[in-house]
């Protein structure tokens, strides 16, 4: 990661700050409720203006008597924000001005070593930025009277911000050029300039065309730019989901080393989708703890708060690459740990099932872990390929394992299989055991294909392919992953009649395939004119 300046947003509980982030990132990353201290995780967002790149950092509200441990954290993850900080902004309230609290604040900002920018939000109207002057009392070098809300004065409170960030180092203008560089290349791809890079020559898997019935070299050049475009360069997403209290913050933190994010056992402490990039080999990876997912009837009739984490929850899931649901070893598999993997599997992320608090297993054996499995498997059929690991986040136990296993499924989720070799395997499959016929019609196979990665999905074209039986598709999946792996992904399998699959074929010059030689035309005699 290149060392971007941190800029975080500070101030007491309640002035906008998360609505300010919200509106530097362009998107509402951070929950905005009318309640004080919604936030409470530090929340990280990368942000750029006037050509200058920065990490932005939300926090929550500063206050210097905490009324119970979770608040407690509040403040010390607040702290930590202002350490790292290269500038702060100082968030205020036009509307309920200068207040004791603010005046806390402010001494405790006095001594930072980083810049600070004053912002007096809620200055939605000319009369209420008047009302802001009064905060130009606390000596700073400048005071931005702002509405985040709608916009106003944030353009110029952004320019104060990046004329205080410290200057560019090395690596961040050689991390803009490179930026400059792919993005001149793609427009130069998209205006038909430039071709995309597709896969070589050795990506021909020597297709039959006897199998194939009418798909030739051409399509499956297609299908392999597809694959090949599908590859990205962007760090495995691993995200950490359940329900609340199960030790998906403990997780995190465990593996970081660190208390990235607040730990309590009052259920639904995390609220945001919190990412953390975390070093891991010659590469890094992304971790995303989510908030605990409810069952859907306590979400509706809970807090607005509460309904937003677990959309960000679900969210999170649909920009991971593998899910860790994170179940108590002690309440056992549950309905609702179900439902969330059945989610995971309908998004097609890779899922590592992580039983959290082992250490609270009473009189384990050897078979313990085993019988334990042996209970999911049975409960959950659909979750078959999903490994399943035993850890304690609160004592270390085995955490390590769960990334290492959550890398894994991810180089499987992008694992490409050659179609020549497909096919023998779906032919090998096919005549040891045939489909089943339906309504006296059999459906027949005639060619498989990989279209897609991540998750790993196959086009079989076959006649009749609706008639394809549930168990038969399950009976083709288990060869595969018997003989390719897939462990830890979902794999699709689709089935399209090969009628209504038109395939682009060669085209055939006027004398190929003759096998004789072709009789010149008889010269007709000419008509001679008779004469009289």
């Known amino acids: 990661m290149i060392a971007l300046p941190v800029v975080a947003v500070v101030g007491r509980p309640n002035v906008g700050k998360s609505t300010l982030f919200n509106r530097v990132l362009g998107s509402r990353k951070a929950i905005v409720e009318d309640r004080a201290r919604t936030t409470r995780d530090r929340l990280y967002g990368e942000a750029e203006w006037n050509g200058r790149r920065f990490v932005i950092v939300d926090t929550g509200g500063l206050e210097t008597a905490p009324g119970d441990s979770i608040e407690a954290a509040v403040q010390e993850q607040a702290r930590l924000a202002i350490a790292e900080a290269d500038v702060i902004v100082f968030v205020a309230d036009a509307i309920a001005g200068l207040t004791p609290a603010d005046q806390e604040a402010a001494e405790l900002l006095r001594q930072a070593s980083a810049r600070v920018v004053m912002a007096v939000n809620k200055a939605d109207n000319p009369s209420r930025e008047l009302d802001a002057a009064e905060f130009w009392e606390l000596g700073w070098e400048q005071t931005h009277a702002i509405s ?111 208390q990235r994010t607040i730990v309590s056992s009052v259920p639904g402490t995390t609220r945001d989708a919190i990412d953390t990039r975390l070093a891991w080999g010659r590469s890094e990876v992304v971790l995303i703890d989510t908030a605990g997912i409810r069952r859907r009837g306590k979400v509706a009739s809970g807090p607005a708060a509460e309904r937003y984490s677990t959309l960000r929850a679900l969210k999170a899931i649909s920009r991971a690459d593998v899910a860790v649901l994170v179940i108590d070893a002690v309440d056992g598999l549950t309905a609702q740990d179900a439902h969330v993997a059945g989610f995971v599997v309908e998004e097609g992320k890779g899922l590592v099932l992580a039983v959290n608090k082992w250490d609270l297993v009473e009189e384990k054996t050897d078979r313990t872990f085993d019988e334990y499995v042996a209970a999911i498997r049975s409960e959950v059929p ?151």
């Open 148 to 258: 985040a809300t709608h916009g106003r004065g944030t353009a110029e409170l952004l320019d104060a911000i990046v004329e205080a960030l410290p200057p560019e180092t090395d690596e961040e203008r050689a991390a803009k050029a490179r930026a400059e560089e792919a993005d001149a290349w793609a427009r130069e791809v998209a205006a038909g300039h430039l071709e995309p890079i597709i896969a070589g020559e050795d990506a021909d898997d020597g297709i039959d065309e006897s199998i194939a019935d009418g798909a030739d070299e051409v399509a499956a050049r297609r299908w392999d730019a597809e694959l090949a475009a599908a590859a990205d360069e962007e760090p495995a997403a691993i995200a950490f989901v359940g329900r609340p209290n199960v030790g998906k913050s403990s997780l995190l933190n465990a593996l970081l080393g660190q």
């Open 382 to 532: 659909f979750l078959d390929f999903a490994p399943v690991v035993s850890i304690s986040a609160k004592t270390g136990q085995r955490v390590d394992r769960v990334l290492e296993t959550a890398v894994d499924i991810w180089g499987e989720r992008r694992k490409r299989v050659p179609t020549a070799e497909l096919n023998r395997i779906v032919s090998a499959a096919s005549e040891r055991v045939a489909p089943p016929a339906v309504k006296g019609r059999r459906p027949k196979l005639f060619y498989a294909t990989q279209v897609s990665v991540a998750p790993p999905t196959f086009v079989f074209f076959a006649n009749n392919a609706s008639a394809v039986h549930f168990s038969y598709r399950r009976y083709l999946e288990n060869r595969l992953r018997e003989t390719f792996g897939f462990d830890g992904t979902p794999i699709r399998l689709v089935f399209r009649d090969r009628s209504a699959i038109k395939l682009p074929r060669r085209r055939r010059s006027p004398t190929a395939g003759r096998s004789r030689a072709v009789k010149p035309e008889k010269r007709k005699a000419p008509i001679k004119a008779r004469g009289r």
